[in-house]
C-alpha cells in the first residue's frame, strides 16, 4: 500500500487501521469510502492546532480604508499572524517624515468572507512610505487532496493525521453502540479482543494529545 499523503492512500491506510471495524463504515459503490472521507476531513481541525500551518499572504490596501478582505489570492485562510508592512522603515518617529505609528490588524468574518481589519485605517502617508502592498502571514486550513501535492499536511505527520481520524471513527462507533460492547481484532494475531469503541476512543485521544 503506497504511504503517500494522497486522499485514496490516506482512506486505504485508515481501513487498514481500523481491521474489522472497517466494515461498519463501508459503504457501496460510488460512495464505498464516504464515511472515511469524512473521519480524515473530521481530523483536520485537531491537526490545525497541533501541526498549524502558515502561508505568506498578500493584498493591496487604500489610505482611509479601515479593511480589506483577504481575498481568494491567498487560499485557506483561518485566521492572522502577523504583518510584515513596514518593517523595513527607518524613518525615526522625530523625524518630520515619520508616517505614524502603524495600526493594529485583525481578522474578522463578515459579508461570508474574511476581512483585515484595520485600527486606524492606514493614512495615505503611511502608503506613501510602505507602499500600498501588504504582505502578511496566516494561518491556513489544512486540505486534503486527491493527490497528494493538495494535501497540506506533512507526510512524517502521516500517521498523527490517522490516528486523530481513528478517533473519529471510534468516536462514532460508540455513539451507534451506546449499549453494547464492540468486538474488536488484535491488528497482530487477529485474535478477538472485546472492549468498548468509546473506551477506544479515550486512549486514541489521549495518544494524539500527548503527541508533541
Same mark, same amino acid.
Given at each position: 500500500?503506497?504511504? !503517500?499523503?494522497?486522499?485514496?492512500?490516506?482512506?486505504?491506510?485508515?481501513?487498514?487501521?481500523?481491521?474489522? +471495524?472497517?466494515?461498519?463504515?463501508? *459503504?457501496?459503490?460510488?460512495?464505498?469510502?464516504?464515511?472515511?472521507?469524512?473521519? #480524515? #476531513?473530521?481530523?483536520? $481541525?485537531?491537526?490545525?492546532?497541533? @501541526?498549524?500551518?502558515?502561508?505568506?499572504?498578500?493584498?493591496?490596501?487604500?489610505? &482611509?480604508?479601515?479593511?480589506?478582505?483577504?481575498?481568494?489570492? &491567498? $487560499?485557506?485562510? +483561518?485566521?492572522?499572524? !502577523?504583518?510584515? =508592512?513596514?518593517?523595513?522603515?527607518?524613518?525615526?518617529? /522625530?523625524?518630520?517624515?515619520?508616517?505614524?505609528?502603524?495600526?493594529?490588524?485583525?481578522?474578522?468574518?463578515?459579508?461570508?468572507? =474574511? /476581512?483585515? !481589519?484595520? %485600527? $486606524?485605517?492606514?493614512?495615505?502617508?503611511?502608503?506613501?512610505?510602505?507602499?500600498?502592498?501588504?504582505?502578511? =502571514?496566516?494561518?491556513?486550513?489544512?486540505?486534503? *487532496?486527491? #493527490?497528494?501535492?493538495?494535501?497540506?499536511?506533512?507526510?512524517?505527520?502521516?500517521?498523527?493525521?490517522?490516528? @486523530?481520524?481513528?478517533?473519529?471513527?471510534?468516536?462514532?462507533?460508540?455513539?451507534?453502540?451506546?449499549?453494547?460492547?464492540?468486538?474488536?481484532?488484535? *491488528?497482530?494475531?487477529?485474535?478477538?479482543? &472485546?472492549?468498548?469503541?468509546?473506551?477506544?476512543?479515550? %486512549?486514541?485521544?489521549?495518544?494524539?494529545? +500527548? !503527541?508533541?
Amino acid at each position: 500500500m503506497p504511504n !503517500t499523503m494522497s486522499k485514496a492512500d490516506l482512506v486505504a491506510s485508515l481501513k487498514a487501521s481500523l481491521h474489522d +471495524a472497517a466494515s461498519v463504515f463501508q *459503504g457501496e459503490g460510488a460512495e464505498a469510502d464516504v464515511e472515511f472521507e469524512r473521519f #480524515l #476531513l473530521q481530523a483536520l $481541525p485537531d491537526m490545525q492546532a497541533k @501541526r498549524p500551518a502558515t502561508r505568506l499572504g498578500s493584498v493591496t490596501i487604500e489610505a &482611509n480604508f479601515p479593511r480589506v478582505a483577504v481575498g481568494v489570492g &491567498n $487560499p485557506g485562510f +483561518a485566521s492572522f499572524k !502577523t504583518y510584515l =508592512w513596514g518593517d523595513g522603515c527607518t524613518i525615526k518617529p /522625530w523625524d518630520p517624515a515619520y508616517p505614524g505609528a502603524l495600526p493594529r490588524v485583525s481578522a474578522t468574518f463578515a459579508e461570508q468572507q =474574511w /476581512w483585515l !481589519t484595520f %485600527e $486606524p485605517a492606514p493614512t495615505s502617508r503611511q502608503i506613501s512610505a510602505h507602499g500600498s502592498q501588504f504582505d502578511f =502571514w496566516y494561518y491556513a486550513a489544512h486540505a486534503i *487532496g486527491t #493527490l497528494a501535492a493538495d494535501t497540506t499536511i506533512n507526510l512524517q505527520d502521516r500517521g498523527l493525521l490517522i490516528l @486523530r481520524a481513528q478517533v473519529e471513527a471510534m468516536r462514532e462507533l460508540s455513539i451507534r453502540n451506546a449499549a453494547k460492547p464492540v468486538t474488536m481484532r488484535d *491488528g497482530f494475531s487477529g485474535q478477538p479482543r &472485546n472492549s468498548t469503541a468509546a473506551a477506544l476512543y479515550t %486512549e486514541l485521544l489521549k495518544q494524539f494529545e +500527548a !503527541t508533541r
